[in-house]
Every structure is written in C-alpha cells, then in structure tokens.
C-alpha cells in the first residue's frame, strides 16, 4: 500500500506562482512513475505531468508546458509541481497519483484557485 498526501495549494492571483507537494509513505519502494492530475469543476480528470522515478523522464500536458515544472526529491519521497504564471482556467483540485507495480493510487486532493 503506498498512501499519497497532498498541499500546497491555495487562492493566487493570475501570474502568479504555487508550488504543490505530494508526499508518500509505505510502499514506496514499488513506485515507477508520479503524475499530477486537475479536475475543474464539472469537467472530467485531466492530466497534468509525470515523472518516472528511475530514469527521470518527464512530460507534460500542452496547456502546462514552460509554466509548471515537476520534480521530485527521492529521499524524501516527495513529487512536487511549481506553477508559474497561473491562469485563471488552471483553478482545479489538483491530485498526485503514483503507478506502483500492479496498483494505483490517489492523494486527497488539493484545492488551486486563480482569481483573475
């Protein structure tokens, strides 16, 4: 069992910046690849990013690309996603997810709202 929690979300005018963690516990170990998701309010999950914890690959959605930068910091076992130059269509809850061999997992949730 891997358990996924989630902040650092927040309200923040459009342009500017959040930096969103989400930390892991048990299983880590059986973690391959970490993804941010969004969903806006009634819209379906979207997703985000990703980064793969053994070779470092990452990606990103289109409408994020050159604005959020996913990283991760394995000693702590915590993925983390900078926005910067947030818009107001970036306002979701916003929620980890990590691939672990055969599972899949879900944080909370955070909540990111950008006021125009």
């Known amino acids: 069992q891997v358990q996924l929690v989630e902040s650092g979300g927040g309200l923040v005018q459009a342009g500017g910046s959040l930096r969103l963690s989400c930390s892991a516990s048990g299983r880590t170990s059986s973690m391959d690849y970490m993804y941010w998701y969004r969903q806006a309010p009634g819209k379906g999950r979207e997703y985000v990013a990703e980064?793969?914890?053994?070779?470092?690959?990452?990606d990103y959605a289109d409408s994020v690309k050159g604005r959020f930068t996913i990283s991760e910091d394995n000693a702590k076992n915590t993925v983390y996603l900078q926005m910067n130059n947030l818009k107001p269509d970036d306002t979701a809850v916003y929620y980890c997810?990590?691939?672990?061999?055969?599972?899949?997992?879900w944080g909370q949730g955070t909540q990111v709202t950008v006021s125009s």
């Open positions: 997810n990590a691939d672990a061999v055969g599972a899949d997992y």
């Open positions: 980064i793969r914890r053994s070779d470092g690959h990452i």
